[in-house]
């Protein structure tokens, strides 16, 4: 089973709330990311997490927040978004520590808008 | 810098028609390499991937690739494509200690 979940599927919010993202992956994998797509572009790569401790965070804004309750889990906390933030976020699981030296598997996203 | 270039933003086939979609890298390490495809509103699915060996190599849903490192590319192939097959398409490349680079996408249109 490759799967990787992420709830929920849609959401909308302003830019004074809190919401938070979820994903989950029962693969046994180690290591687990964040990326941000905006239309016709490419992933983004936003954080990793290696072995529940955040490995890279690639200068995210502070209104982010990831956190890795475990090695199954990866929540995305979100605080005072912006307009520009509305994006399909996704999140990957990968078997090795090493982002870049194995296969990523990405879940459906979450089609996040700011108003 | 590690980069990755797909020359083609959008590529229009017709059903049945032969497949190749071009990838070239510059990286400075041996590199991994990685077939994405995502339909609209998707996440990502993994066609194929190349680590070593065989320079061919088979994916899913028909689609194969072939490594030419005298050329750092990476393109694909599918000899018969179907409608379904309407997609973006990325490749992507990594190494030890480096996360993956994406390249900008190929977007599939397929005629009836």
């Known amino acids: 089973d490759t799967e990787v979940t992420q709830t929920p599927k849609h959401l909308v919010m302003g830019m004074t709330n809190k919401k938070s993202l979820k994903c989950e992956q029962h693969m046994g994998h180690r290591a687990m990311y964040w990326y941000k797509q905006k239309a016709k572009k490419p992933p983004e790569l936003m954080f990793v997490y290696s072995y529940e401790k955040l490995s890279i965070n690639e200068s995210v804004p502070s209104r982010f927040s990831p956190e890795c309750p475990n090695s199954s889990l990866l929540n995305l906390h979100l605080h005072a978004l912006q307009p520009e933030d509305s994006a399909l976020y996704l999140c990957a699981s990968s078997l090795s520590r090493d982002p870049g030296s194995y296969e990523q598997y990405f879940g459906p996203g979450t089609r996040l808008t700011v108003t | 810098a590690q980069s990755v270039t797909q020359p083609d933003i959008h590529i229009t086939v017709s059903e049945g028609a032969s497949l190749e979609l071009r990838c070239n890298y510059s990286y400075g390490a041996t590199p991994y390499l990685f077939w994405y495809v995502q339909s609209p509103g998707q996440g990502l699915q993994l066609l194929l991937k190349y680590f070593s060996g065989d320079t061919l190599v088979q994916g899913i849903k028909g689609f194969e690739a072939e490594f030419k490192r005298s050329q750092s590319s990476f393109n694909l192939r599918k000899p018969s494509v179907h409608w379904s097959d309407a997609a973006e398409y990325f490749c992507?490349?990594?190494?030890?200690?480096?996360?993956?680079?994406f390249g900008p996408g190929t977007r599939l249109s397929v005629l009836p």
């Open positions: 992507a490349v990594g190494s030890y200690g480096q996360n993956f680079v």
